[in-house]
Structure formats: structure tokens, C-alpha cells
């Protein structure tokens, strides 16, 4: 037998197994910080960012999920790592749009594509997201 | 694989429309089982040959949808050692359940009163009852369950207590797959002249449950987890709390007299009241063909055959690196075997499982209080029924290691 969908892919897997700027201690007052959480399966994430003269200097998350919850926070700290803050609420716009409605996506988040084909994983992709929409609305 | 003279899953699949050119291995039986033909012909035949308003029309096929559904109702009272009367079709065990709290506990409940039910329910038999004790000021108590987690009946005598005022439980849990010691359960609070629920939805496909003996004040049931159609549950109620009840819903169907707003409305006889609006005609009809299918089976190799895959299923996966059993091994012969890995998300294992057409549930399993108890949030489940076999085993097993070299 043989995986039909590609949910599973390397690029996903790799952020999931390897998660960048992932961090097990507890953000301090230099972060702004937001959780996304989802009681119905444990997906726990808690996103942080340090923010320099309007660029993000740092973004890291700590918590625990499914494969594609990991992945795709992973995903999301890396894609807003050094981008200033006018560039991570146009990030937010385009990702929203493709969540709703499909489209394009940056090509950091290509890996992201395969949850399209599996609409019940897409709570577990989006939690994230919705934790960086709450921290945009505290900058 | 080991098959009995008299019972064979592969022929009983082939009854199975929805199973029998699929290539997928259907685990998810506590959630919903498949249909048999018998059941799909009598819907079909409900629409085309012999549908009617029920109870309303006086025209020939009006009187004989009426009997038709009438004589569904004698089927499933039978089923059950109930009393026509007492026997009430509702939409769900859910709508059934809602209708006992809410129309027969609620008045009777002050605060400081318990109502009692176990760590095991599905929310479905946890939600109403709170709601009840938060409307009273009633406390909601809890039976818990053992380490290995089977329901602890060392807790029972807590029961024995004059504010104890109801007692619910589940026949089958829906995650464990324990099967409740009913008898002695129900024999106890008798004694202590408490009234009794008992959720029968998980258990009914694959015991039968007589109502007499069992001594219980309510039993509920749907009709979707025993090969019967969705929209369709039971409710008994023995008659003499039937009496002191009061219909959930109001409507068409359900009453005698309705006068202007200085006359009560009379409500209908029993069980005609608690029936509001058309009755679902196709879904009864179609439920009483489920029974007849359950009761031309035969029971003792359905249920040694049920024992032998769930037996297997529990001891291949326990047997894998890295799987967590939450399914007591005392309870693995009831066919619902739970299980976690220490590593892969339940969501990821059952992904992967679909990937490979198996089909198995993973999350809370509406049973978030259990699995609060259990210390998790979500879990992977293999609920197993007549027509699975030991190859579906196999391929379930082969999807967790599959999973297991995928995540890991």
C-alpha cells in the first residue's frame, strides 16, 4: 500500500520534525505573544515576536500539535523573520485569502498547498495564524 | 482467519452495499455502522410503494402507512421487552436523553440534590444532565474509574444516599469499549430506590438488552449505530414515569385540545405526545427492518466473532513500539479499541490510515470529560462490527507503522 495524498511530503514533514526557531522555555516581556489552541485534538501553539524599529528581529514558538499544526507554525516564523511589520500584515492578507478562497502562496509556505486537499487539517494549519492575527492586532 | 460454520463477515459484507465494492476498511462502527440491503429495500420501498402522512390521513394508503408505523413500533418494543406504549421514536439517543432531563428530571430536582453518572459518558449523556443540575442547583457527580480505566464499582456505594436523586449511564462506553456491569448497577440503585437512564446506543447492535430484566426507568438508543437509518432513535420509558413526564417538544401530532390562552392544551395519549410533528415514517420502518436483521443473526458467533477481531486488533497494536492502550485488556472482546502513540498525533495516524483506506476516528470522540481523565486530548479509535476481519486488522496495523516510520 502506498500514501495517496500529499499531506505527508517532505518539505512538510521536515518543518515538523525539525521545527525552526522553536523554543521549549516561556517567552519573556520582550516578546508580544498570542496562543492558538484547539481543545478538540491538543494543538497548543504559543507564538512570540520581538519587534526592532518596526522589523521582526525574532519570531519563535513553543508548544505541541499534529504534524501539520507544527509544520505550519514552523513555517510562519521563518516566513516573518526579518520582514518588517507592513510586510507581515500583507503576509496575514495573502495567506487569509488562499484559506478562504485558494490562490497563490508565498513560496515559504508552499509546503502548506497539500492541506487544500484535505479540508479537515486545515483548523490544524490555521491555528497559527489566527495567534499572529491576534498579535497584530497588540502592535 | 478463524470463521465459525454459522457466521461468516465476508458473506454478511456482501449484504452491505456501501462495504461490499469498497476498498476501504471500515473501523468506524462506534461512530456510525454501514446498512444492510434489507434496511436500505425498506426505506426505499417506505418512499415509493407505500408513503403517507401517519396518523392523519383517512384515505386507504393514509390508515396503512399508520399500521405500517404502528407495527414498527411493536417490533422495536419487542426488541427491547417494552411495552408498545412505552416505546417513543425521537430523532436520536441525543433527542431522547434531552427529553428524560429536561421533561422528567428537571421538576423533580432541587438543589443540593446528586444526579449521578459515570467518568465514561459521551457528551451526549453528560450535556443534558448538566444543564439540569446548573438550571436546580443540583450537584453533578461523577463514578470513576479504576487505573486500568474500567468503571470503579468499589465507588457505587457512594450511590446510598438520600440526596441521590438519578443515576445515567452508558452500556458500552464509546472509547474504553467496557461494558458495564448493567445488572448489578441497576440492582443497586433499585435498592436504593434511585431512578435510572441507561444510554444503550453503543451496546444494542451486539447484545440484547430486555428492559424487564434489566429493571432501568429509561433506556435510549439511535438508530444509525445498529445498521438502522440516521434521524431515528428510541426512547423508553417505563409507563409509570412515562405518566409524570412532560413532552420536550410541542406540535402537531402530540395534542388533543388546543383552546385559546385561558385553556391549557390536552395533551395526546402516550406515546403519541412525545412525538411531535410528522412522524419519521421511512426512518421507523427502515429501524425495524434493522431489528429483524440483528435478530436472524446469529447472536453467540456474532459476538464470539467480535471477540476474536477485537482481541487480535488490541494485541497487534499493544504489540507495536510506541502505542499507548487506553481500551482495557479485559475489554478488547467488545470491539472498540482506543489507543495513542507517544509520538504521532492521533490526527496524523488517522490521516495516514485514510491515506491507505483505513478508516479510523481520532479526536475527543464527544467524550471530553473521559478524556480529560485519561490525561489526553485526542485519541485514535478502531471500532469493529460483523462484517470486519482479520485482515482489516492487518492493514490497520500496517497503517500505524506506517505512520509510526513516518513521523518518528
Same mark, same amino acid.
Given at each position: ?139 | ?97 434531552? %427529553?428524560?432531563?429536561?421533561?422528567? @428530571? $428537571? ?5 443540593? /440534590? &446528586? #444526579? ?125 414515569? %412515562?405518566?409524570?413526564?412532560?413532552? @420536550? $417538544? ?5 395534542? /388533543? &385540545? #388546543? ?150
Amino acid at each position: 500500500m502506498t500514501l495517496k495524498s500529499a499531506l505527508f511530503k517532505e518539505a512538510l514533514l521536515d518543518h515538523f520534525k525539525q521545527p525552526r526557531n522553536h523554543r521549549d522555555i516561556p517567552f519573556d516581556d520582550h516578546y508580544i505573544v498570542a496562543r492558538g489552541t484547539n481543545p478538540r485534538c491538543g494543538d497548543d501553539v504559543e507564538i512570540g515576536i520581538r519587534l526592532t524599529e518596526n522589523r521582526v528581529e525574532l519570531a519563535e514558538f513553543r508548544g505541541r500539535g499534529c504534524s501539520v499544526c507544527i509544520a505550519s507554525t514552523s513555517m510562519l516564523t521563518e516566513s516573518i523573520s526579518g520582514n518588517t511589520w507592513q510586510e507581515v500584515e500583507t503576509l496575514i492578507s495573502s495567506v487569509d485569502a488562499w484559506f478562504e478562497k485558494g490562490g497563490e502562496l508565498p513560496a515559504t509556505l508552499e509546503p502548506l498547498e497539500a492541506v487544500k486537499s484535505v479540508p479537515g487539517r486545515k483548523k490544524c494549519a490555521v491555528l497559527s495564524w489566527n495567534a499572529l492575527k491576534e498579535i497584530a492586532e497588540k502592535v | 482467519m478463524q470463521v465459525t460454520k454459522e457466521f461468516s463477515p465476508e458473506r454478511l459484507k456482501s449484504k452491505f452495499p456501501g462495504l461490499v465494492d469498497s476498498e476501504l476498511a471500515y473501523l468506524d462502527n462506534a461512530a456510525t455502522t454501514h446498512k444492510p440491503d434489507s434496511v436500505i429495500d425498506a426505506i426505499e420501498r417506505a418512499y415509493s410503494q407505500q408513503y403517507a402522512s401517519v396518523h392523519r390521513g383517512l384515505f386507504a394508503q393514509a390508515e396503512q402507512a399508520s399500521e405500517l408505523y404502528e407495527e414498527s413500533r411493536a417490533i422495536l418494543a419487542g426488541f427491547i421487552g417494552a411495552h408498545t406504549r412505552e416505546l417513543i421514536f425521537t430523532r436520536s439517543a441525543t433527542e431522547s436523553i434531552n %427529553q428524560v432531563a429536561q421533561g422528567w @428530571l $428537571l421538576p423533580r430536582l432541587k438543589p443540593g /440534590d &446528586w #444526579v449521578w453518572l459515570t467518568r465514561l459518558e459521551h457528551h451526549a449523556n453528560y450535556l443534558p444532565w448538566d444543564r439540569v443540575c446548573r438550571q436546580t442547583g443540583a450537584e453533578l457527580k461523577i463514578i470513576e474509574l479504576t487505573e486500568d480505566h474500567r468503571l470503579d464499582l468499589l465507588q457505587l456505594s457512594q450511590l446510598d444516599d438520600p440526596r441521590s436523586k438519578f443515576l445515567t449511564l452508558t452500556a458500552q462506553s464509546n472509547v474504553t469499549g467496557e461494558v458495564l456491569k448493567l445488572s448489578e448497577i441497576l440492582n443497586m440503585a433499585n435498592a436504593f430506590g434511585i431512578p435510572t437512564l441507561v444510554d444503550a446506543s453503543q451496546l444494542i447492535s451486539h447484545q440484547s438488552l430486555d428492559v424487564q430484566t434489566l429493571g432501568t426507568d429509561f433506556m435510549v438508543f439511535s438508530g444509525h449505530k445498529m445498521f438502522g437509518p440516521t434521524g431515528i432513535g428510541v426512547l423508553f420509558a417505563k409507563y409509570s414515569r %412515562q405518566t409524570e413526564m412532560e413532552p @420536550l $417538544l410541542l406540535g402537531g401530532g402530540m395534542v /388533543d &385540545w #388546543v383552546g385559546d390562552a385561558h385553556t391549557p392544551p390536552t395533551w395526546s395519549e402516550a406515546p403519541q405526545c412525545f412525538e411531535a410533528g410528522s412522524p419519521n415514517f421511512a426512518g421507523a420502518l427502515g429501524l425495524a427492518a434493522a431489528v429483524k436483521f440483528i435478530q436472524a443473526l446469529p447472536a453467540q458467533a456474532f459476538n464470539q466473532h467480535l471477540k476474536h477481531i477485537g482481541i487480535n486488533c488490541y494485541q497487534r497494536l499493544s504489540d507495536l513500539p510506541g502505542i499507548i492502550m487506553l481500551t482495557p485488556k479485559s475489554a478488547a472482546g467488545n470491539g472498540i479499541i482506543s489507543f495513542a502513540h507517544q509520538q504521532v498525533h492521533p490526527h496524523d495516524l488517522a490521516q495516514v490510515a485514510g491515506d491507505l483506506n483505513v478508516g479510523i476516528r481520532a479526536g475527543h470522540h464527544c467524550a471530553q470529560p473521559l478524556m480529560q481523565s485519561l490525561g489526553l486530548a485526542a485519541c485514535a479509535r478502531a471500532s469493529l462490527s460483523l462484517y470486519n476481519t482479520d485482515s482489516d486488522i492487518d492493514r490497520l496495523v500496517d497503517a500505524v507503522d506506517q505512520a509510526t516510520r513516518i513521523f518518528t
